[in-house]
């Protein structure tokens, strides 16, 4: 029973591309027991420059501060696919999904479409507008204030590159140093509080033990 709902699910994530997500979001309210449910933090805006914290942090990366908003979840994915990056998945978006554009905030490649390791910023996080990567939430909260990485590759069969959870890495602790976001904030897509949608995004050998023990508290 469970392998045929895991072939299922297996069938929707590849042909949803991991993020089903109508868009826009319906808001839906959501009525859990579980403690770890979590609604979103309200944050003194950050106007100061990241932290350093050892590391290159790229410029891209800094949103424009005239629309810079409160951040307090990070969602990491898979793309769910061999290869990718995000003007492949912003046409995919578009034409299949019928979206605006690529769902995600950023794109870290796997030598595909783009160099491994390589941290594509997406219009998403530029303009700094309501995601579309993981749905269902109690008033839409992932898309609007979670940020959306996703890593190019299929992490049910593979896994990621040594470049790209390098990239992860570094850009995960300039995001919580610039919004306060804490590591009980970052989440696999499929663990993500009130996801709507029943998925193992970002896949079963993604290291999110080893990603925790990586990056801040
Ligand atoms: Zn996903």
């Given amino acids: 029973m469970f392998n045929r709902v895991f072939i299922a699910c297996g069938c929707l994530f590849v042909l949803s591309g991991c993020m089903y997500n109508d868009e826009p979001m319906p808001q839906i309210t959501y009525d859990y027991k579980s403690s770890e449910t979590v609604q979103p ?3 003194t805006p950050t106007t ?3 932290v350093s914290i050892g590391e290159n942090i790229l410029q891209d990366w800094l949103p424009p501060s005239s629309v810079e908003k409160k951040w307090t979840a990070i969602v990491i994915h898979h793309s769910g696919t061999k290869n990718g990056n995000t003007a492949i998945f912003d046409k995919w978006h578009r034409e299949s ?4 554009g690529v769902g995600y905030d950023f794109v870290i490649g796997n030598g595909t479409n783009s160099s491994d390791g390589q941290v594509e910023v997406t219009y998403r ?4 507008v309501t995601g579309a990567h993981c749905g269902g939430t109690a008033g839409n909260w992932a898309n609007k204030d979670g940020i959306g990485i996703c890593l190019v590759g299929d992490f049910d ?3 990621p590159t040594n470049a790209q959870m390098q990239s992860l890495v570094r850009l995960v602790r300039f995001l919580q140093n610039r919004y ?3 590591k009980s904030r970052i989440y696999g897509h499929g663990t993500t509080p009130g996801a709507g949608t029943v998925t193992d ?3 079963r050998n993604f290291p999110m033990g ?5 990056v801040g508290p």
Avoid: M, V
Avoid at 97 to 100: A, K, V
Avoid at 125 to 128: D, G, H, L, T
Avoid at 210 to 214: F, I, Y
């Fill in 97 to 100: 999904n019928h979206w605006q």
């Fill in 210 to 214: 080893w990603l925790k023990s990586q």
């Fill in 180 to 182: 306060g976001i804490p």
């Fill in 157 to 159: 069969r593979t896994q």
């Fill in 48 to 50: 100061s420059r990241p």
């Fill in 201 to 203: 995004c970002p896949g």
């Fill in 125 to 128: 996080w530029q303009k700094q």
């Fill in 41 to 43: 933090r309200l944050l």
